[in-house]
T-cell receptor, first 113, second 114 residues
Framework: DAGITQSPRHKVTETGTPVTLRCHQTENHRYMYWYRQDPGHGLRLIHYSYGVKDTDKGEVSDGYSVSRSKTEDFLLTLESATSSQTSVYFC????????????FGPGTRLTVL | KNQVEQSPQSLIILEGKNCTLQCNYTVSPFSNLRWYKQDTGRGPVSLTI?????NTKSNGRYTATLDADTKQSSLHITASQLSDSASYIC?????????????FGSGTRLQVQP
């Protein structure tokens, strides 16, 4: 998985609780992305980062925030989890932006009860 | 709105048989098209990348084709193996940068049976 780890790999939580997912890379790639994958929707971009402390929203950013204080770490936070955020979350990295190949982590399966 | 549609949604074939997966897109301006393979419980992995000028590209038993005029791509798998069981995702890149550049298809789930 191209030097990308995600933690936790599985999490079950209750509605209204805060949740933070971590993505860690050892490739020193500048660009990092958070996606969610749901049946019938494919991968949808939540947020992405183009450098330390530089982030931007994706197409499904409502209810999510991100932070990147170091090149290697990109955190995704659900401030108050809802059942609609039950999904599989993938982190990805790329050397350059836009059209470059993205390398994906192993995913985090999140269930919000 | 940029869109990528894949067909069929799912496919079951017998080991050793060939199959073809389809991808139609309406992404503009077009930059490149990738096919990713996603094994169950894992992240997608890039199989091939095709630019506007490329018609065919092979990666082992996988051959991708691109018709930029009709905005269609196909992924042909030859002599299928059980390990080919996975989802195959078509991803099209537009020629602008940033978060809007990639459009993902919803994938074709392939099951190869012995």
């Amino acid at each position: 998985d191209a030097g990308i780890t995600q933690s936790p790999r599985h999490k079950v939580t209750e509605t209204g609780t805060p949740v933070t997912l971590r993505c860690h890379q050892t490739e020193n790639h500048r660009y990092m992305y958070w996606y969610r994958q749901d049946p019938g929707h494919g991968l949808r971009l939540i947020h992405y980062s183009y450098g330390v402390k530089d982030t931007d929203k994706g197409e499904v950013s409502d209810g999510y925030s991100v932070s990147r204080s170091k090149t290697e770490d990109f955190l995704l936070t659900l401030e108050s989890a809802t059942s609609s955020q039950t999904s599989v979350y993938f982190c990805a990295i790329s050397y350059s932006e836009g059209t470059d190949t993205q390398y994906f982590g192993p995913g985090t399966r999140l269930t919000v009860l | 709105k940029n869109q990528v549609e894949q067909s069929p949604q799912s496919l079951i074939i017998l080991e050793g048989k060939n199959c073809t997966l389809q991808c139609n897109y309406t992404v503009s301006p077009f930059s490149n098209l990738r096919w990713y393979k996603q094994d169950t419980g894992r992240g997608p992995v890039s199989l091939t990348i095709m630019t506007f000028s490329e018609n065919t590209k092979s990666n082992g038993r996988y051959t991708a084709t691109l018709d930029a005029d009709t905005k269609q791509s196909s992924l042909h798998i030859t002599a299928s193996q059980l390990s080919d069981s996975a989802s195959y995702i078509c991803v099209v890149s537009a020629k602008y940068t940033g978060r809007r550049a990639l459009t993902f298809g919803s994938g074709t789930r392939l099951q190869v049976q012995p």
